[in-house]
């Protein structure tokens, strides 16, 4: 069934007025008709059955039926991505939401060579992954911030896997396996990889676990990718 990210809060018997280009996708793109069924979701509130009551070329309006799943609580791992160029980072973030991650915080470090990105339109990539997955929650992009800053928020709760690809690192399945599920950091460099002064200043900091992707140097974005599903499969959400 069709899924829909919507604003509104939602609960049970209300009519909500679907943005223009949500509702024209819904009636001129998919050919929904009044009566048809759709779910919608807003990432508070669970996600809802929803009926069409109106489809016209200016107005489109859904009546919420029943609620059909509650609202999971956050999961905890968040994504540290240094900024990279703009399809790569497009495709990191819409995978990234597909692998689980609860949040994304775009870095700039020493060899990152932008300090912008389009938040905006990274935001509505994370949405349109979110309602293609199945997930009831849309991770927050966060605009791109010095790496110390970000670290200094302790996000994941301190704990970071810090992807070096100098070598010396453990394998990350070795490296995380045995330690506690929980929230956590995933960081994952520019691709100009880290500075030496980075690198040793994240690996002496606490709470810091550097792990190797294996022998081959890879994109960024193979990397965050990579990276995640392993540790959704050692600590995550693929366990069994
Ligand atoms: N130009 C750098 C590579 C950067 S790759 C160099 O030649 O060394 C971009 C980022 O992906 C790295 O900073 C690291 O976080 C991650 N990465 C890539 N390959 C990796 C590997 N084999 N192990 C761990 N991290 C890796």
Not at 21 to 33: P, T
Not at 45 to 52: H, N, P, Q, Y
Not at 111 to 125: F, K, P
Not at 206 to 213: A, E, Q
Request: with cysteine.
């Amino acid at each position: 069934m069709i899924r829909l990210h919507v604003d509104d809060d939602l609960s049970g018997g209300q009519t909500l007025l679907l943005a223009s280009e949500q509702g024209r996708y819904l009636v001129q793109v998919m050919r929904r008709a009044p009566g048809d069924e759709v779910l919608v979701f807003n990432g508070r509130d669970g996600e809802w059955l929803a009926r069409i009551d109106a489809a016209g070329k200016r107005e489109v309006r859904i009546s919420l039926v029943r609620r059909t799943r509650t609202q999971p609580p956050p999961g905890g791992l968040v994504l540290l991505m240094a900024l990279v160029k703009r399809t790569p980072l497009e495709t990191t973030v819409a995978k990234a939401v597909e692998l689980g991650v609860s949040e994304i915080r775009l870095v700039t470090t020493g060899r990152t060579n932008a300090d912008h990105a389009r938040i905006d339109r990274l935001s509505a990539i994370a949405v349109e992954a979110a309602e293609q997955t199945g997930r009831l929650d849309v991770p927050a992009i966060r605009p791109p911030e010095p790496l110390e800053r970000v670290l200094e928020a302790r996000p994941g709760g301190g704990r970071l896997v810090f992807c070096d690809e100098a070598g010396d690192a453990p394998p990350l399945p070795a490296a995380l396996g045995g330690m506690a599920p929980g929230p956590l950091g995933l960081l994952v460099g520019p691709e100009g990889g880290f500075t030496p002064a980075e690198r040793s200043a994240l690996r002496s900091r606490d709470g810091t676990i550097p792990v190797s992707l294996g022998p081959r140097i890879l994109r960024a974005d193979t990397a965050a990718l990579a990276a995640l599903a392993l540790v959704q499969a050692v600590l995550g959400d693929w366990r069994a």
